[in-house]
């Protein structure tokens, strides 16, 4: 099935640093998401964005809504050990129910 | 109050054999989805209930995947005969409603290799 594309596929950086990740689709969609999993568990949802060029925040982490639609950025700030996990964006149209589609997901790795 | 529920958490069969996933949603939760997650990848929707109705079930490859939500609570899938490329996390989440974007919650997982 379709699966939106993420970069970096994987970075490594050092705590306390900021990181930045993006998500681009072929497709408009009109909801973005975030999601984080750790290894193990599901995925859980860190900010959902519902409106083109919509910046949210949740704490460190801030994401944004692409105002072409086809894209999203997620940025944490202040990395922490904790933040160690796979990120995945996923998009989603509206409009009755639409099916999720995620993304390849950007694995994160924090130096201490 | 206890999260999505899934059972087994890992299982190692050999192919050809058949294999049953079971899942226990959110209480309340009206919607049910399975998702299969390969590897190095994002989840993909097997299929989605609206209580006991299987609404889409395009992604299931029925010849050998089936799953039931016989009371519209919890659900199971099974896979019959399992092939090596089977091998993957398959995920069940649940949410409240299916109107626009509900939150979905998922479960932990169940981890199948087939050998």
């Known amino acids: 099935g379709q699966q939106l594309n993420q970069s970096p596929q994987s970075m490594f950086i050092q705590e306390g640093e900021d990181v930045s990740m993006n998500c681009t689709s072929s497709s408009i969609f009109n909801t973005w998401l975030w999601y984080k999993q750790d290894p193990g568990e599901g995925p859980v949802l860190l900010i959902a964005?519902?409106?083109?060029?919509e910046l949210t925040s949740n704490g460190r982490l801030t994401a944004q809504f692409g105002i072409t639609r086809k894209d999203s950025f997620l940025n944490i700030s202040a990395s922490i050990p904790s933040d160690v996990g796979i990120y995945f964006c996923?998009?989603?149209?509206?409009?009755?129910?639409?099916?999720?589609?995620f993304g390849t997901g950007t694995k994160l790795q924090v130096i201490p | 109050e206890a999260g999505v529920v899934q059972s087994p958490r890992y299982k190692i069969i050999e192919k050809k054999q058949p294999v049953a996933f079971w899942c226990n949603p959110i209480s309340g939760h009206n919607t049910l989805y399975w998702y299969l997650q390969n590897l190095g990848q994002g989840p993909e929707l097997l299929i989605r209930y609206e209580n006991e109705e299987a609404v889409d079930d395009s992604q299931l490859p029925k010849d050998r995947f089936s799953a039931e939500r016989l009371k519209g609570v919890d659900s199971t899938l099974k896979i019959q005969p399992a092939e090596l490329g089977d091998s993957a996390v398959y995920l069940c989440?649940?949410?409240?409603?299916?109107?626009?974007?509900?939150?979905?919650?998922f479960g932990p997982g169940t981890r199948l290799t087939v050998l």
């Open positions: 964005l519902y409106k083109a060029g």
């Open positions: 989440a649940s949410s409240l409603a299916r109107s626009s974007y509900n939150e979905q919650f």
């Open positions: 996923a998009g989603q149209l509206t409009g009755g129910y639409q099916k999720v589609t």
